[in-house]
Nanobody, 128 residues
């Protein structure tokens, strides 16, 4: 059974940066497609950035393109989300998820249903 644990969330001022980590145990994360999703109060969960098995390809939501970067560290069995130039609208609970890489990364990033394993989430608040 694959288990995922997120960390790295917190309170940051607009324009600041955070690096979220998703540490896996139980199985090798490199075999899975991994996605970062977020959910703000009163809103649906949305795909932020996703990476297919191995280290490519990747996909980013339009709202974070150019500001966020997703990456893997195979040795640490982890996936990261580097978030720069943060905006108040980035405030949300962020979740990492893993699933079999059976579809195009853009399709998988559009729908949480493709992911079987989820972490507990980490809160990101962007506020002055």
């Amino acid at each position: 059974q694959l288990q995922l644990v997120e960390s790295g969330g917190g309170l940051v001022q607009p324009g600041g940066s955070l690096r979220l980590s998703c540490a896996a145990s139980g199985r090798t994360l490199d075999f899975y497609a991994v996605g970062w999703f977020r959910q703000a109060p009163g809103k649906e969960r949305e795909g932020v950035s996703c990476i297919h098995h191995g280290n490519a390809p990747t996909h980013y939501a339009d709202s974070v393109q150019g500001r966020f970067t997703i990456s893997r560290d195979t040795d640490k069995n982890s996936v990261y989300l580097q978030m720069n130039s943060l905006k108040p609208e980035d405030t949300a609970d962020y979740y990492c998820a893993a699933g079999p890489p059976n579809h195009d990364v853009r399709i998988m990033c559009a729908d949480p249903k493709f992911y079987n394993y989820w972490g507990q989430g980490t809160q990101v608040t962007v506020s002055s």
